[in-house]
């Protein structure tokens, strides 16, 4: 018998809508295509938080941690996952499942497809610390950038005081000394936001702030801002999206301006990834224009050029989110980005070198900056056209992180969103990194971040080249240029004067779909614990029973994150999501592994009109609009009839240890558990779940 733990930790709540004739959804962890609690089959607001390219029907709501629809973030249920270990020999492994539409995966040589592709899966993290303090009906002084002079830095390997050498430390997003000491950073001489890049109301050349934000600040009131805190990543509270307000005169451009158009357009209510200042900039800062944009006619920003959220893809700058155009449809991009590097899965093999020494993980990215004498030299994206303008070139420090791994695409068929070439969905398991301080570093233990999941899927067909072409192939009908694809051309198809014009849309030759998942949590592993202990670390609350300690990781090698995938409603409903199944659907593990079992659903899942071109309907047992779980033992053996063990049979639950609910103040029945249980070695889990 192989000695495996298990810990639960099961909450009521989440799944959601998907769609028909979709393109890229991530199943696990679960993808929001930005949706948040719609009781619709269709989301609300596809601009809300990033550019999917998807169609309206798909994504999950975001988890409630409460018997009703979720009214403030404290009623949100979020994801918690472990870290893998410091040293690398203990790992936490997250199964992430999506469907693709439009194909990929095989090679040119002796499988190939008919399309080239790469799915690229990315994460973005900060730590959970970075949150607005009670009581705020307008800016709290405490997240003011009291200091322009200094700034947060992450300690690195080789620099764990944040020296100003190389290895050069990178910034985070932490604006005050007080919360960058509470998250471990280090508040040393600014880099990257000095005096003439940190927003800041009263104008530039000063280090510090004065008082002239207090009252005028108005987005941060808001329903619920007197009892809770605000995260700085968040999913939001309505399915609107962020403000942004255009820079149009030379005053919006100074630190003053900056701050006024900031302070009027950022909501505390309203989902946010990427911020504020990364789309200005992006807004500011030129376009790359050597790439090969087609016959397609980029526009220019109220500044008057065409800047990086104008592409090939988004010629007219339909804003998502704070995305920044440019970076979502090239990779490896090559400016800074917040996003970090999981996997590059490939047609192209032959790429990985390139796509592995180019990743900012091991990269640093370089970029323009204010000075005294130019407060929009952010808008120049070479370093000569940046010093000669009287800008400062610097380099944003890489990620500090192994290359991305590159590896083959998983198969799958053009126009089908369904399973894989061996009948499951195409997945990859991501060893979950250590995120915490590095080792010698005097800071902070027992780090939590707030992350979100990214996954990107680059398509191109053989039309023409897409690792060739640049902006010497572009249409130019004074050069005699012609661009390779044009915009539904006519094509002369050998009768006389007869001519046909096929519906090509070069916007969409060579194109990237995207899914996010809501965020969640990434914890480091206790030292010691029970496993009362593991749950309160998890949920938040103190355990019932901390009596007797025990060193639950010492024996676990790798610690398997089991889940639960599909959503309430039959095939047709749910389409192109699945029923309710658990992800990893197999699963095998070793005498020294331990499983984490979590899940969640949503109480607004109702999948009402409007429902697309879909059909509506959440069919099932119970409350209708209520996604369900339960957890039951199967007879181990003949268990082809799917008959569920008698409770008095049952092995799974023999050495139950303690249990939760996640609203004990209401004795509600028990929804979280940590259990500790006995099961055979190597067996597939399907047997035993």
Not at 16 to 37: E, F, I
Not at 130 to 135: F, K, V
Not at 252 to 276: I, M, S
Not at 544 to 554: E, I, K, L, S, T
Request: proline residues 5%.
């Amino acid at each position: 018998m192989a000695n495996m733990r298990l810990l639960l930790a099961l909450c009521v709540g989440l799944l959601a809508v998907q769609l028909a004739t979709a393109d890229l959804y991530m199943h696990q962890p679960r993808g929001s295509n930005n949706r948040l609690n719609e009781r619709s089959a269709n989301r609300d607001n596809g601009n809300r938080l990033f550019d999917s390219q998807n169609n309206n029907r798909g994504g999950y709501n975001k988890g409630d941690n409460t018997l009703n629809g979720f009214a403030n973030y404290d009623q949100q249920y979020h994801m918690s996952y472990f870290m893998s270990d410091e040293s690398g020999s203990h790992k936490s492994i997250m199964h992430v499942e999506w469907t693709n539409q439009h194909g990929c995966g095989g090679n040119e040589h002796g499988d190939p497809n008919q399309l080239n592709c790469a799915i690229i899966l990315q994460y973005m993290c900060l730590p959970e610390m970075i949150e607005r303090t009670t009581g705020v009906t307008t800016l709290d002084a405490e997240e003011l950038r009291t200091d322009c002079d200094n700034e947060c830095h992450w300690p690195v390997p080789g620099n764990l005081e944040c020296a100003a050498q190389a290895p050069y430390c990178p910034p985070m997003d932490i604006r005050t000394e007080a919360r960058c000491n509470a998250a471990g950073g280090k508040w040393r001489p600014a880099r990257i936001n000095d005096q003439f890049n940190c927003l800041s109301s009263q104008g530039g050349g000063g280090g510090t702030w004065g008082t002239g934000w207090g009252a005028g600040w108005g987005g941060w009131a808001g329903a619920g801002s007197s009892s809770q805190d605000w995260p700085r990543l968040r999913d939001g509270l309505n399915t609107n999206r962020q403000g942004f307000t255009e820079p149009a005169r030379a005053s919006d451009l100074t630190p003053a301006g900056r701050f006024a158009r900031y302070a009027a357009d950022v909501d505390p209510n309203k989902g946010l990834h990427e911020n504020w200042e990364y789309y200005d900039e992006c807004y500011r800062r030129e376009r790359n224009r050597g790439l090969f944009t087609a016959d397609q006619n980029l526009g220019n920003n109220n500044l008057g050029y065409s800047s990086a959220v104008f592409t090939r893809q988004n010629p007219n700058n339909n804003r998502r989110g704070y995305e920044c155009p440019e970076e979502r449809d090239y990779y490896p991009y090559w400016h800074p980005s917040p996003w970090r590097d999981i996997v590059v899965m490939t047609d192209r093999l032959d790429h990985c070198e390139f796509f592995q020494t180019e990743s900012q993980n091991v990269k640093a990215k370089g970029v323009c900056r204010n000075t005294a004498t130019c407060n929009n030299c952010v808008k120049y994206n070479r370093e000569e056209t940046c010093t000669s303008n009287g800008g400062n070139w610097v380099d944003y420090p890489a990620h500090g992180l192994p290359p991305p791994e590159c590896i083959q695409a998983p198969w799958s068929r053009a126009n089908h969103h369904g399973n894989g070439r061996h009948g499951q969905m195409n997945s990859y398991n991501w060893t979950i990194p250590y995120l915490g301080l590095p080792d010698g570093t005097n800071g902070v233990s027992n780090q939590t971040f707030r992350c979100v999941v990214r996954l990107r899927y680059n398509i191109s067909t053989d039309d023409y080249d897409y690792s060739r072409v640049n902006a010497s192939f572009n249409q130019n009908d004074g050069q005699g240029v012609e661009s390779p694809v044009r915009q539904n051309p006519n094509v002369n198809i050998g009768a006389a004067n007869q001519a046909l014009q096929l519906a090509i849309n070069t916007a969409q030759f060579g194109r990237t779909f995207q899914d996010r998942s809501h965020t969640f949590r990434l914890m480091t592993r206790p030292k010691f614990a029970t496993p009362a202990a593991l749950t309160d670390s998890i949920m938040g609350r103190r355990p019932r029973n901390a009596g007797q300690q025990a060193n639950v990781f010492d024996n676990c090698d790798t610690l398997w994150n089991l889940n639960v995938r599909g959503k309430r409603g039959n095939i047709v409903q749910t389409y192109p999501a699945v029923e309710y199944d658990f992800s990893p659907n197999d699963l095998t593990i070793s005498d020294a592994d331990c499983i984490h079992v979590q899940w969640t659903g949503s109480n607004t899942h109702n999948n009402g009109d409007p429902a697309g071109d879909g059909q509506a309907g959440d069919a099932g047992e119970g409350t209708g609009g209520t996604d369900r779980h339960n957890w039951v033992e199967l007879q181990h053996t003949n268990f082809a009839t799917s008959y569920p063990l008698p409770w008095e049979n049952n092995t799974l639950f023999t050495f139950l240890k303690d249990a939760y609910s996640p609203l004990a103040s209401q004795n509600t029945p028990t929804q979280e558990r940590a259990t500790s249980r006995d099961i055979r070695c190597g067996s597939d889990w399907e047997t035993t779940k």
